[in-house]
């Protein structure tokens, strides 16, 4: 069965800090996959997207990288702003057919002052 | 449009009535998706139209709910009989159709079954 596992499942740190999030998935076969940062009330916004030969993407304060050996991907968050505080969701694209999209259930973020 | 708009933004409503959501994908984009989101969870697929067609309506949880896409522009996504169950947030999507580009998503239509 697809599916896309996300940890931790929330996590709270201080502004300026560094955190990291992790995804492993088992999806089959794998397209690509992306990061996407959600907002309270909002759409999912992607941040970055990264297919199988790549190991690692940047944007901004934001660096995803990706194992497609062992299937697990991460999102690191470097000097923490409070506008960082949102829901961060891993989903990984089925290849073939329509590119169906896999979420994971995401980590909710709080940054504090 | 700019982006993939979604009305309306919250929606109550009585349970056993039907109602209706709808969403404006991004001009020229033919690839449209619904998915559902409970609250802390990821979202979840519910159909995808590429074109007027559904060509995957395998994530819709029962016959109560139905979609439509008649010009190939605007979705209405139809919940019949609602159920307190059906409350959540329904995210509406967009693309060009290939998985290089990026989906565009709405801001939702949070709709709460009382």
């Known amino acids: 069965k697809n599916q896309v596992e996300q940890s931790p499942q929330s996590l709270i740190i201080l502004e300026g800090k560094n955190c990291t999030l992790q995804?492993?998935?088992?999806?089959?076969?794998?397209?690509?996959l992306r990061w996407y940062k959600q907002d309270t009330g909002r759409g999912p916004v992607s941040l970055t997207i990264?297919?199988?030969?790549?190991n690692t993407k940047s944007n901004g304060r934001y660096t995803a990288t990706l194992d497609a050996d062992t299937k697990q991907s991460s999102l690191h968050i470097t000097a923490s702003q409070l506008s960082d505080s949102a829901s961060y969701i891993c989903?990984?694209?089925?290849?073939?057919?329509?590119?169906?999209?896999?979420f994971g259930a995401g980590t909710r973020l709080a940054v504090h002052p | 449009g700019a982006g993939v708009s979604q009305t309306p933004s919250n929606k109550v409503t009585e349970k056993g009535k039907y109602v209706e959501l709808r969403c404006d994908p991004i001009?020229?984009?033919?690839?449209l998706y619904w998915y559902r989101q409970s609250l802390g969870q990821g979202p979840e697929f519910l159909i995808y139209?590429?074109?007027?067609?559904?060509?995957?309506d395998s994530g819709l949880p029962n016959d109560r709910f139905f979609a439509v896409r008649p010009e190939g522009s605007v979705s209405t996504l139809k919940i019949q009989r609602t159920e307190r169950g059906d409350s959540a947030v329904y995210l509406c999507?967009?693309?060009?159709?290939?998985?290089?580009?990026?989906?565009?998503f709405g801001s939702g239509t949070r709709l709460t079954v009382v």
């Open positions: 001009s020229g984009h033919t690839a």
């Open positions: 999507a967009s693309s060009s159709g290939t998985s290089t580009y990026g989906y565009t």
């Open positions: 995804c492993n998935y088992t999806v089959s076969p794998f397209s690509n």
């Open positions: 139209f590429q074109g007027t067609g559904a060509a995957d």
């Open positions: 989903v990984v694209t089925v290849s073939g057919g329509y590119n169906k999209l896999i």
């Open positions: 990264m297919t199988f030969s790549e």
